[in-house]
Every structure is written in C-alpha cells, then in structure tokens.
C-alpha cells in the first residue's frame, strides 16, 4: 500500500521509484569508505566505522547509500560514494539532530531511529557517540560543485 502510494506520488511529478531489494543489499551493513560489510544488531543505530566513517545514524546513512545506489549493481561501491559524502556528512548529521528536535517537541518518530520523546530527554547514552555541530556556511568559504547536488535517480 505504501508502495503503491509512493510509485503514483513519484510518476505524478515525472520521476520514477526504484524499489531497493534489502534484504540482499543490507545498507546498513556497508561502509563505503572501506568497502567493508560487518553486520549490525537492529539495535545498534549508528554507524561508525575504523576508517573514519561516522558516526552517522544508521537509518539517514542507509538512506545516502540507498540514494546513489546502482540498481543494476546493487552493492556499495566506494568510488561511487566518496565525491557526494563530503557535503553529505554535515547535512546527515543536521537532519539527525532535526529529528531529535521533532521528538522533543513531541512528535511521534519510527522506533527504528531510537529517538523516542523520553529517550530524547534522558541523559546521552555511553554508546551514542557525541555529534559535533553541523558547519555554518556563512562561516567558510562557498564553492560551486561540479557534479549535480540530486541523486542520480532523482533527477529529470
């Protein structure tokens, strides 16, 4: 039903929706930056990986993965992922903390975030890494990108 709500939703303004099979993708098993796949608890909800990559909350990392994916070739590749995670990282991080702020005022979120309204009053647990506050543009310097800002999926 949901599928079906989004498929009519994306063809009435022109776009097409990509059903992502994740069971044999597993994103949120991957890590782009070192290619590597660890499998993860359903509990664990971050993504932090030895190379460097994180911490990032697994369901917005899995949805970066997700939206760069070849459906030809459904498995991450790092070279694919590594121009588009620079800026990505700082905007994951900002919708991260949008939603911490949409639990606090009481909104109703998926359990699968981990954000809960009383969890997000509670003290930080040991495990959640710490986030670090996402970069002001008008404190650095703009530059115009190369490539187009829109998945490749997504565009027109």
Known sequence: MLVAWLKRTVAS???????VPTRTTALSQWCHGCGKRVKKPLSQ???QCE????PVQ????????????????????????????????????AA??????????GQDLPQSLGLTRARVRL???????????APHPEDEELE?????????????
């Not at 190379?51 to 994180?54: D, P």
């Open 51 to 54: 190379c460097g990559v994180g």
């Open 96 to 105: 991260h903390e949008c939603l911490i702020q949409r639990a606090k005022e």
């Open 45 to 47: 909800r971050w993504h």
């Open 13 to 19: 303004t022109g776009g097409t929706l990509v059903e």
């Open 144 to 156: 115009a990108w190369d490539e187009p800002l829109e998945p490749p999926l997504l565009q027109h």
């Open 58 to 93: 697994r369901d917005l990392y899995s949805a970066f993965l997700a939206a760069y994916l070849n459906p030809r070739d459904p498995i991450p590749s790092c070279a694919r992922y590594q121009a588009y995670w620079e800026g990505a990282e700082a905007r994951l991080r």
């Open 123 to 133: 003290p930080k647990s040991s495990e959640e890494p710490p986030l670090e506050p």
